[in-house]
């Protein structure tokens, strides 16, 4: 009898942890949003909207609250009057088209006066412990004005122009974990709904869309009165949240190594799982073969202008056309076939196909991967902490172990140094600077892994394999950061960037991008090296609609319409 | 002023980092500040006060010299982030041995690094002063008799029994003033915006308001 698993080891971090595939992850079963709009199905959250308190101008506020078996979450939206000059994106913004927190229960009055003194103001505003995030969303112009004269003059929108886009309002920034006074994750982390991460975020841009959904009727109706025509609710269901991230989340993904290895692990864990399956039932092929055809619709209406993404998304099409042509030709059931489609990938598609790949393997498979979602979070808070008595040999081999690619290069030749990230004291953005053209040396964060390992390596050159590396760093305290990182890579093998994170080409957007497909965004397209738009839950089932039939696979659009 | 755990680490970190220390220790500096908001001891007021009193100082007449009877400094007074980064990394070495070390300043930031040894012995640590002395399980920590800005030696040793332990804090209270003195210090970690790292720095590229 032939049993029906094999055990396939996980990819290498020498594998995954390359920058350039790190920047062509595509979502999957394990993305928050979707681990979210399960849940919520799962437990029959409900849903309502106390508070509408919007006039014709489109000023006022919202109160949306979602309610879980053990609490009730409420979205407190703040509408706007922007003037079009006021319209930024970027961080040093200050005024937006909406303003929001997630509040932690049902708000009462005051709580309404008190973050409608503070929630507008985002980061120059308090918020309290009763605050899970805060948020802001500036509008896409053109699709607005399109869809509020549409409705108002009693025509639905048109499909094109709403594909184009894919948005009605975009967020530029969904603050959590503490930022601004709001509550901090630690004390949120234990309840079983917040345990995964981001979920708080999450299920704010979740409200947030039904919130403009709400929003572009209500403006359609002051404008149109009695012949407005009502949002068709299959058009709506095509319109995501947009996002426009920029380098504030790059720092993040190396400063939380233990965390970031934890997404990574639990995927890969995933992709191995599958691929061990010896065969896979009719049913599993189908339900594959169906996931494909529909991801490939998602891929249709995925444009950029960025000649990077442009070119990735050619490869991107090319690599479809050819999974397509294997699948086939293959059964899909017999002899390891997902083990075998991967190989295959491995050899004949680019990385944003090979991604691909990994994650639609996933799909058939719940009960194998959705319990891995748990295993996301990062609750080892002792991992910080350095272990004094390990021998200098033993910490030599654990920085050769993730960087010893590194150790050879020279770090003193500009295009390995070009670039340092620093914070501007200008409402402290993050950036990203020409080291050797702008005076920004000293501010520099640490944010180059690989060029601090190689210089602890070669700080540690003279010391003998046995000694602690607690002497080492009593008259080294500059290596602590590193030391404590290559301890970390005992328990997090897949949190460090096998790349050099300052060198003259490195591309930012692909740090945005692993964190961002981890979110399970979809529809990347970056404006420039340095920031990217996304499209979050298009597709998605609204909260009226949410069932556990629809609660997954919305992030692929449906074969029928 | 009522603010968050992370901002106390975040805030912590970057107040460290400008006051000169490396990354790595104002990691741990801002962990240890945190551990003892958390605890209900004011880490703020301490780093703050630590970090005026060193600023311009060469960080290394501060660190300590161990020899057979203590720790103790080239300079008049020990840094108690540097000691007690040590001396998290020799936790496991207090099984065998007490540490002793002083002058130190601000030497409740000594706590955190003592409740680290604690959950790598998993026992209790006791450090004592001349006028008191604290016990901590790692999580919690109890006092018995003030601290101080500076105390002239301490002793760190396994076991002990914990007492009354201070409250468990989900939020800092630190004083204006404190808070003022670390984004102070924060703010020489942020580099000054110019017109071109506002336009390059962040990347401005495609129109970003469509």
């Known amino acids: 009898m032939t049993p029906d698993v094999t055990h396939i080891p996980r990819r290498p971090p020498e594998t995954v942890m390359r920058l350039k595939r790190l920047g062509s992850l595509h979502q999957c079963r394990l993305s928050f949003m979707r681990v979210l709009t399960r849940r919520m199905s799962r437990e029959h959250w409900r849903f309502s909207r ?27 939206a703040f509408a706007h009057d922007l003037p079009p000059e006021k319209r930024s994106d970027r961080v040093i913004a200050d005024a937006w088209d909406a303003t929001f927190a997630l509040f932690d229960g049902i708000p009462g009055p005051e709580d309404i006066e008190r973050l409608s003194r503070n929630v507008p103001l985002q980061e120059a505003g308090r918020v309290d412990e009763t605050e899970l995030s805060l948020s802001r969303a500036n ?55 917040l345990h995964v991460p981001f979920q708080a975020e999450m299920l704010s841009v979740y409200l947030t869309r039904t919130f403009v959904r709400d929003l572009v009727q209500h403006m359609a109706r002051a404008a149109g009165g009695n012949s407005a025509a009502d949002l068709d609710p299959a058009i709506a269901r095509r319109l995501g949240i947009g996002n426009s991230t920029g380098l504030g989340m790059a720092p993040f993904i190396v400063n939380h190594p233990v965390l970031f290895n934890n997404w990574i692990v639990a995927r890969e864990e995933a992709i191995s799982r599958v691929r061990g399956l010896t065969k896979a039932s009719a049913e599993e092929a189908r339900a594959f073969r169906g996931i494909l055809s529909r991801s490939g619709r998602s891929i249709d209406r995925w444009t950029s202008e960025h000649p990077i993404q442009m070119r990735k998304l050619a490869d991107l099409r090319r690599d479809l056309a050819a999974i397509n042509d294997y699948v086939a030709r ?18 004949a598609l680019s990385e944003e196909g090979q991604e691909l790949i990994a994650s639609l393997i996933l799909e058939p498979y719940p ?82 892994p690989a060029r601090d390992a190689a210089a602890a390596h070669a700080g540690l050159a003279d010391w003998q394999d046995d000694q602690p590396v607690a002497a080492f760093l009593l008259r080294h305290p500059e290596h602590r950061h590193t030391i404590r990182r290559a301890q970390m890579s005992r328990i997090a093998p897949y949190g460090e ?36 738009r996304i499209c979050m839950y298009a597709g998605a089932p609204y909260p009226e609609e949410l069932t556990e039939a629809n609660a997954d696979l919305w992030v692929y659009p449906d074969e029928a319409k | 002023m009522n603010v968050s755990l992370n901002e106390v680490e975040a805030t912590a970190k970057r107040a460290t980092r400008g006051a000169g220390y490396q990354w790595g220790l104002a990691e741990e500096a801002a962990k240890a500040v945190r551990w003892l908001c958390a605890n209900d001891i004011d880490g703020c007021g301490a780093l703050a006060g630590l ?12 660190v300590p010299l161990p020899d057979d009877t203590g720790w103790y400094g080239k300079g008049s007074v020990l840094c ?10 020799c936790a496991l070495d207090l099984a065998d041995r007490d540490i002793r070390m002083g002058p130190v ?34 999580d919690r920590i109890s006092l018995t008799g003030p601290i101080g800005t500076r105390v002239d030696f301490i002793t760190v040793c396994r076991g002990g029994l914990l007492g009354a332990p201070n409250r468990q804090m989900s939020r800092a209270m630190p004083e204006q003033g404190v808070w003022e003195t670390l984004n102070r210090f924060a703010h020489r970690t942020y580099a000054p915006a110019t017109a071109e790292s506002r336009l390059l720095g962040a990347g401005a590229g495609l129109t970003d308001t469509d």
Not at chain 1, 165 to 181: P, Q
Not at chain 1, 182 to 187: G, M, Q
Not at chain 2, 80 to 89: E, T, V
């Open chain 1, 50 to 76: 106390p508070v509408f308190d919007i006039d014709a101008q489109g000023v006022g506020h919202a109160v949306y609250t979602a309610t879980g078996p053990a609490r009730s979450y409420s979205l407190v």
């Open chain 1, 139 to 193: 509008r896409s112009v053109r699709l607005w004005a399109h869809v509020v004269d549409a409705l108002a003059s009693g025509r639905q929108p048109d499909p094109g122009q709403i594909d184009a886009v894919g948005y009605l309002m975009r967020t530029t920034a969904v603050y959590g974990s503490g930022k601004f006074g709001a509550a901090d994750r630690e004390t949120i982390a234990d309840r079983p709904e």
């Open chain 1, 330 to 347: 293959d059964d899909m059931q017999s002899g390891r076939s997902w083990d075998r489609l991967c190989n295959w990938s491995m050899a």
């Open chain 1, 367 to 448: 009960d194998l991967v959705d319990g891995l979602a748990d295993c996301m979070a990062d609750s080892n808070a002792d991992a910080f902490r350095i272990d004094g008595r390990m021998p200098v040999g033993t910490v030599r081999a654990l920085i050769a172990e993730s960087f010893g690619w590194a150790l050879k290069r020279d770090w003193e030749a500009t295009e390995n140094c070009a670039r340092a990230w620093y914070v501007s004291e200008e409402k402290l953005e993050p950036r990203l600077g020409a080291r050797f053209e702008e005076p920004i040396a000293e501010y520099e964060q640490p944010l180059a």
């Open chain 1, 497 to 532: 960037i096998r790349d050099n994170t300052i060198g003259k080409n490195v591309l930012p957007i692909d740090m945005l991008r692993a964190k961002l497909s981890f979110f399970g965004a979809t529809h990347f397209d970056p404006r420039s090296d340095r920031w990217v």
């Open chain 2, 51 to 62: 970090i005026e009193r060193f600023d311009g100082v060469d960080l290394a007449e501060r």
């Open chain 2, 80 to 89: 108690p982030l540097i000691a007690g980064a040590a001396l998290s990394d």
């Open chain 2, 105 to 138: 300043a601000a030497p409740c930031l000594l706590f955190p690094f003592a409740a680290h040894a604690a959950r790598q012995l998993r026992n209790t640590v006791t450090v004592s002063w001349p006028a008191g002395a604290a016990v901590t399980d790692g």
